[in-house]
């Protein structure tokens, strides 16, 4: 599938922009980084400060959006202009599943990647949006390997784990990345062609993908973590479980000292093999977030996405 | 025996870097701290964010014991970030971000725009016999280039990579196309 061009791959000069290499490149080059959920510029410039890769701009963290309700929708246009002209580093922004008229608002205002997100309300329950017809690169969330290989066919050139954002939790991330990395390895240990033309029927995925899997033991985009992330001993969790790099969501500005919180979390996933520095980076940070129970939900949204 | 190399493990591109390297049969470190460079022969900065490279370098207590290497004169390529943190000079940098001044450059940060503007494009290397295929992601540009540097590549007239004394950089993304010829070079050189 690498090369397959977008349907408006530009030719200049023997250039060409929005190639699957080019779009897979800029999540090769976060990883090993912390992207925040930011509201507004002053966010912004705190989550620059502190380190992060990137920032996600959108208008309430998820948190707010549970305690809110009500429809989540893209994000003002104006307010995602002023985060990406108060900080240098690239900045996302989310979309609702399905609704590629806001994802083309999104590519209009050259956002560096779009988040078709699970945290704001769908807006189609069949159909995920078309990625390869844009040329911004997309995210997009999953829960296991059948839905990040669906994404991923859909033209996603990165796929983060779903979790369960805005609860400080971070058991369903757990659970997430180790259905991934779990069937990435048993895929990878399959005996014969006739064994992946079955799983890529249990998993509901391109047979391809299913086969580039056994053939490399790898995802084929970057693989990260987000939902529940808010200590930076988590962030070590998810890191060591596999993800290549951190979205971290409401655990920042709902934390009690967000610049400290997010400048450790930055230090826990580079040393996260380390647990020493990790001792150091971890000591009287303040309160974390307040967490929720998951079985108490009663909108799960780690469910939203087909 | 083996030569020993680096790749700068902070944050970026370093995983791309690490497998060409093990492909090109050198043992190869992640280097995350000053203990661990001290281990290593050569190093490789790889892409990323350049702000973010530069402080975690200071947090890590790196950036000293990196300059110290660098100048001791140890042979180091760096790639997008890391041709930043290497040139003398940065524009539309961060005020605090650390510059290691190895080549006598000017860069520009996100010259080139938003990652819709990133692209891919064959380019002529000086020594090479094909044309290299090369990723720009939200690249930097090359303003000026110093006496003392030799321009090896450009892309529509800008310098993409140069090389000065043991220091070898490059706007775009060897590691990132499949092609060894850039790290077999520099592996050479060293």
Known sequence: MSGTPSSDTAANGGAATGTTLVKRGLAEMLKGGVIMDVVTPEHA?????????????????????????????????????????AVSIPVMAKTRIGHFAEAQILQALAVDYVDESEV????????????WAFTVPFVCGATNLGEALRRIGEGACM???????????????????????????????????????????????PLPLVQEISDTGVLPVPLFCAGGIATPADASLVMQLGAEAAFVGSGIFKSSNPPKMASAIVEAVTHYRDPGILAKISSGLGEAMAGLETAGLTTKMAERGW | MKPRVGVLALQGGFAAHAAILHRLDVRVDEI???????????????????????????????????AERLDGGMGV?????????????????????????MVDITVRRNAYGTQIESFEADIDVDGLESPFHAVFIRAPVVERAGPGVEVLARHEERPVLCRSGRATVAAFHPELSGDERLHARFLADL
Do not use: Y
């Not at chain 1, 704001?120 to 990625?131: N, Q, R, S």
């Not at chain 2, 995350?32 to 890590?60: H, I, N, Y």
């Open chain 1, 159 to 205: 796929i983060r784990s779903k979790g369960e954002a805005g609860t400080g939790n971070i058991v369903e991330a757990v659970r997430h990345l180790r259905s991934i990395t779990g069937d990435i390895r048993r895929i990878a240990a399959a005996g014969d062609e006739a064994e992946l033309f079955e799983w890529a029927k249990q998993l509901r995925a």
């Open chain 2, 32 to 66: 995350r701290t000053a203990e661990q460079l001290a281990a290593v022969d050569a190093l490789v900065m790889p892409g990323g964010e350049s702000t973010t490279m530069s402080m975690l370098l200071e947090r890590s207590g790196l950036l000293e014991a990196l």
């Open chain 1, 120 to 131: 704001l309300t769908p807006a189609d329950e069949v159909h995920h949006i078309d990625k």
């Open chain 2, 77 to 101: 390529l760096g790639t997008c970030a890391g041709m930043i943190l290497l040139a003398a000079e940065v524009v539309d940098g961060r005020a605090d971000q650390h510059s290691l001044g």
């Open chain 1, 45 to 85: 410039r705190i989550a620059e400060d502190a380190g992060a890769v990137s920032v996600m701009a959108l208008e309430r963290v998820p948190s707010d959006i549970r305690a809110h309700g009500g429809v989540s929708r893209m994000s003002d246009p104006e307010m995602i202009q002023s985060i990406m002209a």
